[in-house]
Nanobody, 113 residues
């Protein structure tokens, strides 16, 4: 059973930065992603990265967030810069293999104005 352990969330002022980490107990994932869900809103993709290193980002975070991964550590990161109050949400790590997918428990990110 794959387990994802997230860390790095917290409270930050607008304009600040945070880096989220997600460590997986398994290997051979084809896709890693960070999603977020704010109160009363649907969960949305923030950023994703394939096993080949191709990245994609949600429109609202382009130019501010960067996803990266360390294959040797089975860890994916989300560097979040120029944070805005509207970035406040629970952030979830997600990874996928060919026939299965997994979610982390979520980490709260709160951006104060």
């Amino acid at each position: 059973q794959v387990q994802l352990v997230e860390s790095g969330g917290g409270l930050v002022q607008a304009g600040g930065s945070l880096r989220l980490s997600c460590a997986a107990s398994g290997t051979s994932f084809s896709f890693w992603g960070w999603y977020r869900q704010a109160p009363g809103k649907q969960r949305e993709l923030v950023a994703g990265i394939t096993s080949g290193g191709i990245t994609n980002y949600g429109d609202s975070v382009k130019g501010r967030f960067t996803i990266s991964r360390d294959s040797a550590k089975n860890t994916v990161y989300l560097q979040m810069n120029s944070l805005k109050p509207e970035d406040t949400a629970v952030y979830y790590c997600y990874c996928r293999k060919v026939v299965s997918s997994y979610w982390g428990q979520g980490t709260q990110v709160t951006v104060s104005s």
